[in-house]
């Protein structure tokens, strides 16, 4: 790249940076520097190959992967994400973007439709520079206000330096204005929380305010090892829900290694969680606990996979702080768990597996376990203390001999008190919000997806069919809130599944719209939500009542809203 390129698209990031400059002097320096740059142009194409070289993740996006997943090398292990893009088939990636890049010579025209906005492209190493946005505003029928909007404003940095090192910041502020049956989940916690995203610092009712930040960076010595550190996601599974890890919770710090050797991927990681509940604030200062994880991923053939998941999670119970017995990345953790006091933590155990079958289908599953007592797991599984989940579901790809035609089947169920623990703070769980299936325990849930995409047109559409046991009131627990304290004296030895405040939900959200840029995932788009809720009584969080809520808007589409609650 010429040094003159690198002038005047610094001289652009700037221009749309900087708010102080008065609104004449913005139009009159925007037109002078398309005008200067309406010549200038270097390789995106190249610019791609670095990236699919690169440690730098495939966003976490579930219409991304959809799409993606016919993309993947041979040998990728696609059980714990995001992905790397280094695992994707260079040449069908490439294949594709050369598909959707329009033919553009004007520097506007290049960075609206084709291009990363601000790019240092040199040759060992290069760093784009995007602002974010997701801008939207629609009409909910339950809602009081004459309409309801988000307004988020962000930039992302990210890069590579030499062929082991990659990087990315993401920083956004969002200010937005909730359908009626999101808002409550808005403020029913004190703090009140936002799913998926983190604290809600507005004061006022009228509206939510929260920030959001995000960021790692990856160093792969050898072909053998990763290790990176973040503050961000992790997603275990290949469903549209996972009962063992998911991105339903807030971000989170953690320090990951991995080991990728023969037909096996190993991956160790550590991450601090927080509870927030006021009982356990000290001085404004939340509760911290720490979790240890180890995730086999196993390509035993081609077409069949299978991962082995342990979690444990622990706090500072008698000055315990990080305990180094959990440091041990091959260790077995109910082992380590029984020798410093179980009921200072709580260990998690799963299962997660897929086929490859016939005529583009992919069959996969989950086994989620808590606790278990063998001798009456098999007789008598009604019993209290065995508590698991389990998730079966098919894709099919290219669906009907129809490219880029995407289809979802997948059921999930959790029985009571499962990811709860009788020591509170250790559940699992992260600012109130289950690290697993949003819905927490004790529930039944079926999910039907579909997907297409026609060159830079898209349509998706998600139904959800949902039951779940809620309390009545405060005095008895049925188990279906993770959060709270589990008495087994109180619940009696037998339950069932969907045990007390019987709620379901059926909930089914179209979305069509058109992909602006192929290098950012920038969008304009148009939904409708369709959505009813049915309780037998009443409770802060569910009613009985019906929403449609219509909406447009912009957004770079790099995460999962996190917004299909029950």
């Known amino acids: 790249m010429k040094e003159n390129e690198y002038f005047f698209q610094l001289i652009s990031f700037f221009i749309f940076t900087i708010q102080n400059l008065k609104p004449f002097m913005k139009r009159i320096a925007f037109i002078l520097i398309i005008f200067l740059q309406t010549s200038l142009i270097f390789s995106q194409e190249k610019l791609i190959e670095k990236k699919l070289n690169s440690q730098l993740k495939i966003p976490h996006n579930h219409f991304i992967y959809n799409d993606l997943e016919n993309k993947l090398n041979n040998n990728a292990h696609t059980g714990l994400r995001p992905l790397y893009f280094y695992e994707i088939d260079s ?6 973007y050369k598909d959707l890049v329009f033919k553009k010579n004007t520097w506007l025209g290049r960075k609206l439709f084709n291009e ?47 062929e082991d090192f990659s990087f990315s910041s993401t920083i956004m502020e969002n200010w937005a204005r909730f359908p009626k049956f999101l808002d409550r989940y808005a403020w029913i916690h004190r703090p009140p929380t936002i799913p998926g995203w983190g604290l809600n610092k507005s004061e006022d009712r009228k509206f939510v305010d929260y920030p959001f930040a995000e960021g790692y960076a990856t160093y792969r010595p050898g072909k053998y090892f990763l290790f990176e550190l973040g503050h961000g996601k992790n997603f275990i599974g290949e469903g549209y829900r996972s009962l063992l890890l998911s991105d339903n919770a807030p971000v989170y710090p953690y320090f990951k290694i991995q080991a990728t050797f023969w037909k096996v991927k190993y991956t160790t990681f550590w ?3 927080q509870d927030i509940r006021p009982e356990v604030t000290v001085n404004g200062v939340f509760k911290k606990k720490f979790s240890a994880t180890h995730y086999i991923d196993w390509n035993i053939t ?26 041990n990345p ?25 086929w490859k079958a016939p005529y583009h289908l992919k069959l996969y599953g ?32 290219d669906a009907f001999n129809i490219p880029n035609l995407f289809l979802r089947l997948e059921y999930n169920t959790v029985r009571p008190y499962t990811y709860g623990h009788g020591n509170q703070i250790v559940n699992y769980s992260h600012f109130y919000q289950s690290l697993a299936h949003p819905f927490g325990a004790n529930f039944k849930e079926t999910v039907f997806e579909v997907q297409y995409r026609y060159k830079r047109w ?26 709270a304290y589990i008495y087994p004296e109180n619940k009696g030895d037998y339950i069932q599944t969907l045990q007390g405040n019987l709620g379901k939900l059926i909930q089914n959200n179209l979305e069509a719209g058109y992909l602006l840029n192929p290098a950012t995932n920038l969008k304009i788009f148009g939904g409708a939500l369709y959505r009813k809720t049915q309780i037998e009584q009443e409770i802060n969080l569910i009613k ?9 808007g912009i957004r770079t589409d790099l995460w999962n809203n996190n917004f299909d609650v029950f």
Do not use: C
């Open 366 to 397: 989950q086994l989620v376990l808590d606790e278990m007592t063998v001798s009456k797991f098999f007789g008598d599984n009604g019993y209290w203390a065995n508590k698991f989940g389990y998730q079966i579901g098919i894709k099919a790809y």
């Open 302 to 327: 081609p077409k069949l996979n299978l991962g082995f998941f342990e979690t444990v999670i622990w706090y500072n119970e008698n000055r315990r702080g990080f305990d180094v017995n959990f440091l």
């Open 330 to 354: 091959l260790i077995f953790f109910k082992t380590v768990e029984y020798e410093t006091g179980s009921n200072g933590s709580n260990t998690i155990l799963g299962l997660n597996g897929s």
């Open 91 to 96: 040449s069908k990636y490439i294949s594709q």
């Open 271 to 273: 991450s601090a969680y």
């Open 458 to 483: 898209y349509l998706n559409n998600i139904l959800n069919v949902a039951q779940k046991g809620f309390d009545f009131d405060d005095t008895y627990h049925y188990g279906g809130d993770i959060n």
């Open 544 to 552: 009985n009542e019906t929403t449609r809520y219509f909406y447009l």
């Open 116 to 162: 990363h906005f601000f790019v240092i492209d040199d040759k060992d190493y290069f760093i784009t520079i995007d602002p974010l946005i997701d801008l939207r505003i629609g009409k909910d029928n339950n809602s009081q206000y004459n309409y309801v909007f988000q307004n988020s404003r962000g930039i992302r940095v990210e890069g590579s330096l030499g």
